[in-house]
């Protein structure tokens, strides 16, 4: 962590296997957890600019170095009591930058930041239901942290047009009709993207929500004797327990599954995760998230 006038910025390991994560919280007791790969930088609260007839949970816009930027009230967001929404000062905003854009969450404290195995990332409690706010669950020092799901956090504050799944078909819906593919994501918010938008093209969608259980779907689902297998899979790369490129190298490592097409669809930006993808064996990597061009990927895939 570099102090850097006023801000601090981070930069991750290369390294597939561990996860690191910024720790913080809202205001309670309970610590969340962010991927440091998807954060630019933490800095003080600025002043905010306040948006007639925004989201409940969006503070307002900041000016960062000449751009605009949208602070999210986290605790708001998540249903927590939206901690600085009367606050005139305070807290820590935290930038990030994934599914193509930027934005930034306002918080109570950044604590710091700590290196996990993802193996020890397990998946959130199947009873916490589709309402939860949370990826994933580690144990850091004895106290249970929470990774939070900002993709659903970001997508029900800036709401995906539904015009956009229906320009995915490109006139031309159900051209995948019967077809199976695998969605493979731990956001609740990325996997019903996902499947809209090949429900469009008329593919039948097997849904895992992280690596491991979708390495056991596939053995099952590929088997010698299936008569209805998964031809492609669309996985996450960061996800609880297994994630995106390990699924992607024991699928390589199955002789009736190494000719499968793996796309790994990311909310993550840059080279190193186009490089790392590669390593692992998958055919092709995306950022997310453009309905069309998932559909376009598909159909190249499938075609």
């Known amino acids: 962590m570099a102090e850097i006038q006023g801000k601090r910025s981070y930069a991750a390991v ?20 962010i991927n440091v790969l998807k954060v630019k930088e933490v800095i003080d609260c600025p002043k905010l600019t306040q948006v007639p007839q925004s989201h409940h949970s969006v503070r307002g816009v900041a000016h960062l170095r000449g751009e605009p930027l949208t602070v999210i009230d986290l605790a708001a967001a998540i249903g927590r009591g939206g901690f600085a929404m009367n606050a005139t000062s305070g807290g820590s905003v935290i930038i990030t930058e994934f599914n193509r854009s930027m934005q930034g969450f306002l918080v109570r404290q950044v604590d710091r930041i700590v290196v996990c195995d993802w193996s020890r990332v397990l998946p959130p409690p199947r009873g916490s239901g589709s309402r939860s706010y949370i990826t994933g669950v580690t144990d850091i020092d004895g106290a249970l942290v929470q990774i939070l799901d900002v993709e659903k956090v970001l997508g029900e504050v800036v709401k995906v047009d539904p015009i956009m799944f229906e320009s995915a078909s490109n006139n031309e819906g159900g051209e995948l009709q019967g077809r199976r593919v695998m969605v493979v994501d731990d956001s609740s918010l990325a996997r019903s993207q996902t499947t809209q938008t090949l429900g469009v093209l008329g593919l039948d969608c097997v849904v895992a929500r992280d690596g491991l259980e979708a390495l056991q779907m596939l053995k099952q689902l590929n088997g010698v004797e299936s008569e209805w297998p998964v031809e492609m899979v669309i996985s996450d790369i960061e996800m609880p327990e297994m994630d995106g490129y390990t699924l992607t190298s024991e699928i390589r490592n199955i002789p009736s599954m190494k000719g499968l097409y793996v796309l790994l669809h990311t909310s993550l930006n ?23 061009e998932l559909a376009n990927a598909v159909r190249g895939a499938l075609g």
């Not at 994560?21 to 309670?28: A, E, R």
């Open 14 to 33: 290369d390294s597939s296997d561990r996860l690191e994560l910024l720790l913080f919280s809202v205001g309670t007791a309970q610590p969340f957890g």
């Open 270 to 292: 840059g080279a190193i995760n186009t490089e790392r993808a590669k390593r692992a064996g998958a055919d092709a990597i995306l950022t997310k998230f453009v309905p069309e």
